[in-house]
């Protein structure tokens, strides 16, 4: 008798394929439900087809446990990157407001070039042909503007 390669299976799969190669017959060992073994022949293609169900079982149970791994690394990444302690919550809010008021102490053309350059992602070339203005206007209004931040922002 020879039994085929030892195989991880679900927890539900009852049966056990087995070869016998002296008598080129093939065999599902299983137990019923007064847990006798029982041994019953089948065909190639039974055979076969139980094999395909234990080869797919195989099959999920590696995808779940790739699934689980990398649900256990995104959970411990997340934890990591995106946990933020109380105290740096209040940093990070007061460097806004304190940002936000620096940029309320620009002109209100500063402002709206600023706007334009970093939240609209325009260059300074769109930004002129939008105000109808000289290029270099626009490139040293915006400089002017972040000089002006950072001094506010020391």
Do not use: W
Request: hydrophobic share 30%; net charge neutral.
């Amino acid at each position: 008798m020879k039994a085929l390669p030892k195989r991880r299976r679900k927890k539900d799969n009852p049966y056990t394929l087995l070869y016998e190669a002296e008598s080129n017959k093939y065999f599902i060992l299983f137990k019923d439900s007064r847990n006798i073994l029982n041994k019953i022949e089948v065909n190639l293609d039974v055979f076969n087809t139980f094999d395909r169900f234990e080869l797919d079982d195989i099959s999920e149970l590696h995808k779940i446990d790739k699934h689980i791994d990398m649900r256990e690394l995104d959970e411990n990444k997340n934890y990591k990157n995106d946990y933020e302690g109380i105290d740096d919550y209040i940093i990070r809010k007061s460097r806004y407001e304190e940002l936000y008021n620096a940029i309320n102490k620009l002109t209100e053309t500063q402002k709206r070039r600023i706007k334009y350059y970093y939240f609209e992602d325009l260059n300074f070339s769109e930004i002129a042909r939008i105000e109808e203005c000289d290029e270099s206007s626009v490139r040293e209004s915006i400089y002017s503007g972040i000089k002006k931040i950072k001094n506010y922002l020391k």
